[in-house]
């Protein structure tokens, strides 16, 4: 298995690259720092569809592209994939202490993107787009 | 010859870069503000005062009033001023031409707007390391303030450590203030009656035993309680006409009591900060066995006289502690180092403040204070070395592909850049990308924290409530509080580092399964590619 890491212009373009295809499901898994963690200025949207905010969890959904679209950043990301995935998504917090007590912050947006390796045929690529 | 305490008082005043304007708006309103107008009433109250570069321009726009304020304090010698590095920086931890930089441009800023230069410099989270000192020096500085236990493990007595002592590090002479711990956790939180006969408790006979407090001003009215304590209540007001009227305790500036006593001797400080930092920076399992011999000494009535013997670890062993602490400042580092190899025409101040920012350092740790698990602060330090990194590759292009191991773990990390995007990829097995960069919107998608264990989780499940004082509110330090409610399902940790591209494979109904694993493959690196096997 072969994984390629490339960028282009405002993508970064992930390659996989199968050679015996094991009868087993293939995830990445991508933590995302994005600045609205889980306040109103950041959201999901799949086919000009608002799916909700970064703190809310996306349950096994088919995906070929999700825009993550940050105001506070003043940008979105936009996630592509060649071969229709199945996504979830769910927020990451910590639990710290600071001077106002013990409290849950929002580390990032971990999504999960997985496939049936025996239905991937050709190189899977996933691009990931930045624009702001 | 009557008894005379000085009282030597000093505030600090900080907001990290990255703040929320919200915050320093609050933080002015309920602190800075009232504090400086109640001062400005009781002009014989001398005190000292230190405001981080980053607010300090923040309230120089937006409350240019209250800095002309502090400007008529200062011109009437109620105020003495005192600097330290511009962003707040532990000078121990960032290059000494940097610390030189940031200092002066601290100085020369106050210079410009409030008309006084610095004498003396605060030193950010009190932390002591001889080699800050030729740096301080050079920059005019003559003394500093530290805690107390810093000179307590150096075996002085506490009856000693009422007036500065002098130290030196390559042969440049620095003289040092110790902070009374006793001070720091009585002011504002002991009724104000009782604080000041503390102080006039300190007097003796014979040579003049100075009291020294230098804390944060965000314990008048910001901490927890403390606004209603300070103001409401009028703990401050109290404390001043207590004090002013006390035949015993006499206000002055440091600066005046340094030109007008001598050094109580020569000594060497150890590399340390205060107490509790000292404990905060330690791996979860040391910090479990200090923490319980502390209890146990104290259990046996012994910690106050022997506390300077159980020292923790030191700051910089947050780079060890936290990976992510650790990344950014091998990065800082690094570009720091680019920013020095320029020759001067190149440079600009938007690169050096740039290289401030990111110098910082509230993003860089975590304790009861300290900023590494709020998102916003690590992304004011990331912006501002994006930001740099952009600026330097205008001026000093770097390879599309460069590999190098940064942040000294033993593996090569691969920067892939194209003047739009950086991913810096690990070399380390996962073939996962640590940094995901993007210079048009100066910010770090690849900036998560990896979710570890803190020796105080297990206080979270206790669920204590604070026990509160019958007089006074409770000091921080010794609080139990909740900001959120913490279920057990949120006590969370991660077995693995939280990255992009981190590859499984799960087979039949497998849910955990380890990430699969790369080696670089040899050869098939182009200069925008990165290809592993």
Known sequence: MHKQIALEGRALVVTYVFGNVPDARFEVELNLAMPSCDGPAGRFEMNEEVLGGFAQQIQSRPCDEIRLRDDILGGQLMLLVNQTATLRSAPCFSVSQSEAGFEKIMQAVTLHLDWSCQLLKSPLVIRLTIDS | ?533
């Open chain 2, 1 to 533: 010859m009557p008894k005379i305490v000085p009282l030597l008082f000093g505030v600090h005043a900080h907001q990290p870069v990255g703040n929320f304007p919200k915050v320093l708006d609050d933080a002015h309103l309920r602190c800075y503000q009232p504090f400086l107008h109640m001062m400005e009433r009781f002009p014989e109250f001398r005190f000292s005062i230190h405001v981080s570069g980053w607010l300090f321009d923040y309230l120089v726009r937006h409350y240019p009033d209250d800095i002309q304020l502090l400007k008529a304090l200062v011109s009437r010698g109620q105020v003495e001023l005192f600097g330290a590095g511009y962003t707040e920086p532990v000078l121990a931890a960032i290059p000494v031409r940097d610390r030189i930089s940031q200092i002066n441009c601290m100085s020369g800023r106050l210079e410009q707007v409030l008309g006084r230069r610095p004498q003396g410099a605060w030193l950010t989270e009190r932390v002591w390391d001889s080699t800050v000192v030729p740096s301080l020096v050079a920059c005019g500085i003559q003394y500093v303030t530290v805690d107390d236990y810093h000179f307590l493990c150096t075996g002085i007595d506490q009856s000693m450590l009422t007036g500065f002592f002098s130290t030196e590090e390559d042969g440049k002479r620095l003289d040092v203030f110790p902070i009374s711990e006793a001070l720091r956790y009585r002011l504002p939180f002991s009724p104000a009656n009782e604080a000041v006969q503390y102080l006039e408790s300190l007097a003796v006979d014979g040579e003049a035993h100075a009291a020294i407090y230098f804390d944060d001003i965000e314990k008048f009215g910001i901490w927890p309680e403390t606004y209603e304590w300070v103001y409401t209540r009028g703990w401050l007001e109290d404390f001043i006409r207590l004090t002013l009227d006390s035949p015993i305790v006499k206000p002055m500036l440091f600066s005046d009591y340094h030109a007008s006593a001598t050094t109580r001797g020569v000594v060497y400080l150890p590399t340390t900060s205060y107490i509790e930092m000292n404990e905060w920076t330690l791996p979860i399992d040391a910090a479990n066995r200090f923490s319980a011999l502390v209890q146990k000494v104290k259990n046996a009535g012994q910690y106050d006289s022997n506390k300077a013997f159980l020292r923790g670890g030191i700051w910089r062993n947050f780079m060890t502690r936290y990976p992510e602490s650790n990344w950014m400042h091998k990065r800082m580092l690094g570009l720091s180092n680019r920013y020095a190899a320029l020759s001067e025409p190149d440079k600009t101040i938007e690169m050096r403040d740039a290289l401030f920012e990111a110098q910082a350092n509230d993003a860089y740790w975590h304790g009861l204070f300290g900023g590494l698990y709020l998102p916003h602060l690590r992304r004011a330090v990331y912006g501002a070395l994006v930001k740099l990194e952009a600026l330097l590759d205008a001026v000093a292009p770097r390879s599309s592909l460069v590999s190098c191991d940064t942040d000294m773990d033993g593996h090569v990390e691969s920067f892939l850049q194209n003047g739009i995007l950086q991913a810096v990829v690990r070399n380390d097995g996962l073939a996962d990308i640590c940094e995901l960069d993007s210079y048009l919107l100066n910010h770090n998608f690849g900036d998560t924290l990896t979710r570890q264990k803190e020796h105080y989780h297990q206080k979270v499940m206790l669920n204590q409530s604070s026990t509160s004082n019958v007089e006074g509110i409770d000091n921080p330090h010794e609080r139990i509080s909740f900001k959120h409610a913490i279920l057990p399902e949120d006590m969370v940790f991660d077995s693995f580092r939280r990255s992009l591209f981190i590859d499984r494979l799960h087979t039949n109904d497998e849910i955990e399964s380890e990430a699969l694993r790369y080696r670089i493959k040899p050869g098939a690196t182009a200069d925008s590619t990165l290809t592993f096997e």
